[in-house]
């Protein structure tokens, strides 16, 4: 069976994968996040994914290695992580009491073949109140996640609905994922 390479440092990604029974290392890429010129969401997580997979798999052109990234639209603005309490306050605000869209683009690349894809989930959030933002953001989850909440951490007392793939919204549509590295010959191990 050919070696599982993640191309991310990512907790969240690195749990669903051995969680679903997946034997795989991790290789941090050290490519560029900056965008040229604005795409689209969907393209914008395809693109930084397969930069990511691309970096990694030229130093291991005969393993599968696996690129993700996520990020949420509001508004046709793409929320990264917050740098700070006051960004991520405006993002939080941005997002009280309305639909916003989750991506993550997935680069699945393996000498036999390559793949990128996207998956997209929409998710409803209550009315947030300015002392459960304060809560939230003095608990400091806020500051690795993309739109600034975790939908597996203290951010689910957030959301009100959710339609599609939850697991796209933690960071992997894994269940999509699972398919693309069957057609390479990696299979989880369910024992």
Do not use: W
């Not at 034997?23 to 010129?37: G, I, L």
């Not at 604005?38 to 052109?61: D, G, I, N, S």
């Not at 993700?68 to 046709?76: E, S």
């Not at 009491?97 to 997935?106: K, L, N």
């Amino acid at each position: 069976m050919p070696t599982l390479i993640l191309a991310s440092q990512s907790p969240r990604r690195k749990a669903l994968l051995t969680e679903s029974g997946y034997s795989f290392f991790t290789k941090k890429s050290f490519v560029s996040e900056d965008m040229q010129q604005p795409l689209h969401p969907a393209k914008t997580v395809e693109e930084l994914a397969r930069r990511k997979a691309e970096a990694v798999f030229f130093e291991y052109p005969e393993d599968v290695v696996l690129g993700a990234d996520t990020v949420v639209a509001c508004d046709d603005t793409i929320l990264g992580k917050p740098d700070g309490s006051v960004e991520a306050r405006a993002m939080l605000k941005q997002l009280s009491s309305r639909s916003h869209y989750v991506y993550t683009g997935v680069a699945l690349l393996a000498p036999q073949r390559r793949a990128v894809f996207h998956a997209v989930t929409e998710v409803r959030f209550y009315p947030l109140d300015n002392r459960l933002i304060d809560e939230y953001i003095a608990s400091e989850e806020p500051y690795d996640k993309a739109g600034a909440y975790g939908i597996q951490g203290k951010g689910r007392l957030f959301v009100e609905a959710i339609f599609g793939d939850y697991f796209n919204v933690v960071g992997l549509p894994i269940s999509r994922t699972a398919r693309e590295l069957m057609e390479v010959g990696v299979y989880p191990s369910f024992t």
